[in-house]
């Protein structure tokens, strides 16, 4: 099976733009999450799609958002940006399972976003 | 809310030899998973591998064991016959199994391995 991909690769943006980056899980997987990695603050959790619907999200502003697409594709978007977004960008896909909840997360090379 | 904390910042073991990686946790779930994912200077995050807390026997996956004790929260990585290709960042990962913790991953800050010839 082909692992989890992540468009673009490398993004530079500038103060106050907009960005949205993509992510295609593994075939059959339909939980898609988001994760943000800084060498400040290390991973930290961005929030989590499961069927469209967004099942958790974590501690950041309204300035990050999602969504999932019908074909468990998924996009998150960040606005008016900040230099303190500057960040690698990971998305993790996994199945879930009704007796043991989510599975592994697998994930994919990430999505390096420079804001200047 | 649960914590993860690796207190070895870096780390270093020569080719061959075994090195073992700390990791500790905090939680009030009594079931959960835990991870050693391995974060290669590619960035790509590689899964090392999974315990699942209500086992008791340790998981092995080659050359990489952990020795889990739950009572103490303690869930270390051994790497043995340890290669050049393992030099990676090192992350320890916990995730439980009820609402609201069930989503994601708590990472710790990591442990850089270095491998030496």
């Known amino acids: 099976k082909a692992g989890v991909t992540q468009t673009p690769r490398y993004l530079i943006k500038t103060r106050g733009q907009q960005v949205t980056l993509s992510c295609s899980p593994i075939s059959g997987h339909r939980s898609v999450s988001w994760y943000q990695q800084t060498p400040g603050q290390g991973l930290q959790f961005l929030f989590e799609?499961?069927?469209?619907?967004?099942?958790n999200k974590g501690n950041f502003p309204g300035r990050f958002s999602g969504r999932q697409f019908s074909n468990s594709r998924s996009e998150m978007n960040v606005s008016t940006l900040e230099l303190g977004d500057s960040a690698l960008y990971l998305c993790?896909?996994?199945?879930?399972?009704?007796?043991?909840?989510?599975?592994?997360?697998?994930f994919g090379p990430g999505t390096r976003l420079l804001v200047l | 809310a649960q914590t993860v904390t690796q207190s070895q910042p870096e780390m270093s073991v020569q080719e061959a030899e075994t090195v073992t990686l700390s990791c500790t946790y905090d939680t009030s779930e009594s079931d959960y998973y835990l991870f050693w994912y391995k974060q290669p200077p590619s960035r790509q995050m590689i899964l090392v591998i999974r315990?699942?807390?209500?086992?008791?026997q340790n998981a092995t996956e080659n050359r990489f064991s952990v020795n889990f004790q739950k009572a103490a929260k303690s869930f270390s990585l051994k790497i043995s016959d340890s290669q050049l290709g393992d030099a990676a960042m090192y992350f320890c990962?916990?995730?439980?199994?009820?609402?609201?913790?069930?989503?994601?991953?708590?990472f710790g800050t990591g442990t850089r391995l270095q491998v030496t010839l």
């Open positions: 993790a896909s996994s199945v879930w399972r009704l007796a043991r909840t989510q599975e592994t997360q697998y």
């Open positions: 990962a916990y995730r439980g199994l009820n609402t609201g913790t069930a989503s994601k991953l708590t």
């Open positions: 315990q699942e807390a209500y086992k008791q």
């Open positions: 799609y499961f069927s469209e619907t967004q099942r």
